[in-house]
């Protein structure tokens, strides 16, 4: 620290500097979760910050615009370029106010921010210029007043107001939100997660949990047989070839023309339904006789098939099957791919392991995101803690270990992290569990894939759910969890997705006491029946918590020509008061930290202990 800062008044300046961002307001944390591959109303969210920008928008110009007035220059913050492009008669006196009104909404915005700061997040070409308009006119200092006019001026007269635009919506959409965190499920059911996956790639700054799909691909990439076969029965279900094939350059071709040759086409599953699920059953079947410690033998069925008479046993029921074409399943050894299975297996897993899209995409998830995140006093993970009927913490078998509470989401991050490192069978066939397993702390349920593939008697698909779902109605319960990872502050929450919260039916996205939040509603399209709604957000800033919950997103086309928002409903469940400073964040503990070491080597300068160097 000498080093950074060699004498004493490097020291007390940086003191200054630092106790002076203590006091700045609490900065917006921006979550949301389960956007499953819904990527235009993934990036309307972002762009509008669900609901940030226009709130400040009618706050600045609630005397001055008209409605119709505030929603066209909010669409134009959305999507500049493709708001611009329909924008007809833009002449100098538009561009010219319009520019004012974006540079009093960015500068509004920044006051919340160190200058330093600022300065960071402006856009390079136009650092400068934007730096000065930033610099608000104090009462009655008409020079300076009159150097922002001419310098908006020029920058219409030299042709270059659509860039400065550009410039200026992508800066008030970086301070409306300072922190985005993701609480998984960004893969799956939806078309586009890698679009999606590219947008996060380039955000300012964000953290993610995984969620229980995200795990599914990130064991698929590291060469987890059972994750592959996953993940292209999920992508032929949802009808995504084409993020396979274009987004991330992993054929079906062979797999199709396996199931065409092999399996009947004259049925309701179709043959490449059939094949891929049958290799699945047998590839999960060999993880869980692999992994006995797993308890999940009552999760094989393909010995129990009778071929003859097209049923199957499950527990000390019978059930009749949707078909008897099961040709490649020898009674004798059910779980043993045929030779052509195994090889179009090998050919899927050279192709995940093999795909730079993919690769890039799994190491951001790796490199941002975690099982679960401690934030602000707040606990942040996907699905949810195993807990026994009575709410103590359930132990679950680890590699021959028991672990709990905390040790066993510690022990989860390990193992997936080593799944990717060292593609070891044992870690890999972890990575399977995560995604399915009777105790995942990212699933919570026994999942019925063979169930509901085969049997056409949905009595048998019901999905017991871990007690937790239902003993976190509790806040004894809630707050013996958030005690497990050290948060006892009044304020602290736990915040989950994975669960569509079905506001059809009467269910909140607020239970036990508002101790938990769950902000999975549904952003894909599948599920809208479902819940009612088509999701959940949540925003936390200095002045409290609110719920955003979100009406379905006609499409960014239809925005630009309507002016359509997604249309939300808040819901402010918690106020602070007085209001959050950054002293009262995990920033702020750091910082007051950082103060304490410097004073100690102000004081060391001061008594002579260390010498200065000026």
């Known amino acids: 620290m000498s080093e950074q800062f060699p004498c004493a008044q490097t020291a007390y300046t940086e003191i200054i500097n630092l106790s002076a961002i203590l006091n700045l307001p609490k900065a917006t944390e921006h979550f949301m979760s389960d956007v499953h591959g819904e990527a235009e109303a993934f990036e309307h969210i972002l762009n509008n910050c669900s609901g940030v920008i226009r709130e400040r928008v009618r706050s600045i110009f609630r005397h001055e615009l008209s409605p119709s007035e505030q929603d066209d220059l909010c669409t134009l913050i959305y999507y500049p370029k493709e708001k611009l492009a329909l924008i007809k008669d833009k002449d100098a006196r538009w561009y010219y106010d319009t520019l004012l009104l974006l540079v009093r909404i960015a500068r509004n915005l920044s006051s919340s921010y160190t200058r330093s700061k600022v300065r960071k ?14 610099r608000a006119s104090s009462i009655g ?30 800066l008030i959409k970086r301070l409306a939100v300072d922190h985005l965190h993701i609480i998984g ?143 490649t399943i020898d009674p004798a050894d ?34 941002h995101g975690s099982l679960y995140l401690v934030y602000n ?18 132990p679950v078998n680890c590699a021959g270990r028991h672990y709990a509470g905390k040790q066993y989401f510690d022990f989860c991050d390990r193992m997936a992290r080593r799944a990717w490192y060292t593609h070891d069978q044992e870690a890999l066939d972890w990575m399977w569990y995560l995604w399915c397993g009777r105790y995942s702390p990212l699933s919570g349920r026994i999942v019925k894939t063979f169930e ?16 937790y779902y239902t003993l976190t109605e509790s806040p004894t319960v809630c707050e013996r969890i958030l005690a497990e990872f050290g948060l006892t502050h009044p304020h602290s929450h736990i915040i989950n997705g994975h669960t569509p919260v079905k506001t059809i039916k009467g269910e909140t996205p607020l239970r036990g006491n508002n101790k938990l939040l769950v902000i999975d509603g ?51 469940f918690e106020r602070e008061d007085p209001p959050l400073k950054i002293a009262d964040t995990d920033i702020g503990k750091r910082i007051r930290e950082r103060i304490a070491a410097l004073k100690a080597l102000l004081n060391a300068y001061r008594t002579g202990e260390l010498a200065e160097h000026r």
């Open 377 to 394: 006093n707040n606990l942040l993970f996907h699905g949810c803690m195993p807990l026994h009927m009575y709410g103590s913490f359930r």
């Open 452 to 467: 509901r593939t085969f049997i056409a008697d949905k009595s048998s698909w019901a999905e017991p759910e871990d007690p």
């Open 141 to 170: 200092e008409q020079s300076r007043h009159d150097y922002h006019v001419h310098i908006i001026e020029s920058i219409v007269d030299v042709g270059s107001a659509d860039d400065f635009i550009f410039s200026l919506a992508a």
């Open 334 to 367: 059910p779980y043993h791919l045929s030779d052509e299975e195994q090889h179009i297996i090998e050919g899927l897993r050279k192709s995940f392991r093999e795909s730079q899209r993919l690769r890039r995409h799994i190491e951001f998830l790796y490199e």
């Open 522 to 572: 549904g952003f894909c399209r599948a599920y809208h029946k479902k819940t009612g709604i088509a999701g959940y957000t949540l925003i936390a800033n200095s002045t409290g918590m609110r719920i955003k919950a979100h009406r379905p997103f006609q499409g960014i086309a239809y925005a630009l020509v309507n002016n359509a928002d997604i249309e939300s409903d808040d819901d402010t």
């Open 121 to 134: 997040a402006l856009p390079a070409p136009y650092a400068y210029i934007i730096d000065e308009l930033l």
């Open 185 to 327: 499920d960004i893969f799956d059911r939806g078309a586009h997660p890698d679009k999606i996956m590219d947008r996060l790639r380039a955000y300012h700054s964000l953290d993610i949990q995984w969620g229980n799909h995200d795990v599914c691909w990130m064991g698929a990439a590291a060469g987890s047989d059972a994750c592959i076969a996953t993940i292209i029965r999920n992508s032929i279900r949802y009808n995504c070839y084409e993020l396979l094939e274009l987004g991330y350059g992993i054929s079906l071709r062979e797999l199709a023309l396996f199931a065409e040759k092999t399996y009947q086409a004259s049925e309701d599953i179709l043959p490449i339904n059939k094949a891929i699920a049958v290799m699945l059953f047998k590839l999960e079947g060999q993880v869980i006789m692999r992994n006995k410690a797993f308890n999940m033998q009552d999760r094989l069925f393909l010995d129990k098939i009778n071929l003859d008479d097209g049923s199957v046993v499950i527990g000390q029921k019978r059930y009749e099957l949707m078909t008897r074409d099961f040709p």
